[in-house]
């Protein structure tokens, strides 16, 4: 078995730093790197990308809402295409910094609330993933499984790859749960890497009601600001590789 494993990197600003983000280069295969609207700057974009291309990882956008404070975690209500427009210009600073240092952009993600809106609305996430067609078609998508973002790159005819969430609770659609509901983070370690053995072992997952869910993913995204963050990835990594698989870069994955 082959899987990617990614984490949200590149999320602090100025002097500012969130998590541990070299370390996590050390253990990961992917990394999505904040673009400066929700997080990061140029410096820190800059400064991740060179670690990651040392490292022969895969760079990928983290766009987001432009609301650092909020952490873009707040919804902003604007106009399709204008948001449209917000993750196009993301994407073209980050893909600037790779260019520059020797690397280039391989996928993106949706973050927080842009992502959830997103997720959940296809009148919202088909003109923002005709947006990113129309940037670059050979970017891949990270998607949860079953969202409007998902169908909407289908119908496009943009690759995408499904990520599994390792630290969030899923509901019966296979849609993850707001993180305003009790248990939608899952913060207990043993729990986060009994989950990922049940995905690895058997293509299952356990959603927040009880029921088991099957799933197919091609990636393994952890939390990078979280507590014990790298003690965590490098711990599912063994888990991984103990299991026979390999870690390996999504675009390698993904065809």
Do not use: W
């Given at each position: 078995m082959e899987i990617d494993l990614n984490a949200d990197l590149g999320e602090g600003f100025g002097p500012y730093q969130m998590g541990e983000d070299e370390a996590m280069l050390d253990i990961v295969s992917s990394a999505n790197v904040a673009c400066g609207y929700h997080a990061g700057d140029p410096v820190i974009m800059d400064k991740t990308v060179r670690m990651a291309l040392a490292r022969q990882i895969d760079v990928g956008?983290?766009?987001?809402?432009?609301?650092?404070?909020?952490?873009?975690?707040?919804?902003?209500?604007?106009?399709?295409?204008e948001l449209a427009n917000y993750v196009v210009y993301q994407m073209g600073a980050l893909a600037g910094i790779a260019k520059r240092a020797g690397h280039r952009v391989t996928h993106m993600s949706f973050h927080g609330a842009l992502g959830n809106m997103a997720a959940a609305s296809y009148e919202l996430a088909e003109p923002l993933v005709r947006a990113l067609a129309e940037f670059d078609r050979d970017l891949i998508i990270s998607?949860?499984?079953?969202?409007?973002?998902?169908?909407?790159?289908?119908?496009?005819?943009?690759?995408?790859?499904?990520?599994?969430?390792?630290?969030?609770?899923?509901?019966?659609?296979?849609?993850?749960?707001?993180?305003?509901?009790?248990?939608?983070?899952?913060?207990?370690?043993?729990?986060?890497?009994?989950?990922?053995?049940?995905?690895?072992?058997?293509?299952?997952?356990?959603?927040?009601?009880?029921?088991?869910?099957?799933?197919?993913?091609?990636?393994?995204?952890?939390?990078?600001?979280?507590?014990?963050?790298?003690?965590?990835?490098r711990t599912v990594r063994g888990v991984i590789e103990s299991a026979g698989g390999r870690v390996v870069p999504v675009s390698k994955l993904v065809r």
């Open positions: 956008a983290h766009v987001g809402f432009p609301d650092m404070m909020g952490f873009g975690r707040r919804q902003i209500q604007a106009d399709p295409l998607v949860s499984t079953n969202t409007e973002i998902e169908r909407a790159a289908d119908h496009i005819g943009m690759r995408t790859a499904n990520t599994f969430l390792a630290d969030r609770a899923y509901d019966d659609q296979g849609a993850l749960v707001s993180r305003k509901l009790e248990g939608a983070v899952i913060k207990d370690r043993a729990a986060v890497l009994a989950r990922v053995k049940q995905l690895l072992e058997d293509g299952t997952i356990t959603t927040i009601t009880g029921n088991t869910l099957k799933i197919a993913v091609q990636s393994i995204l952890l939390h990078g600001d979280t507590p014990g963050a790298v003690e965590l990835a």
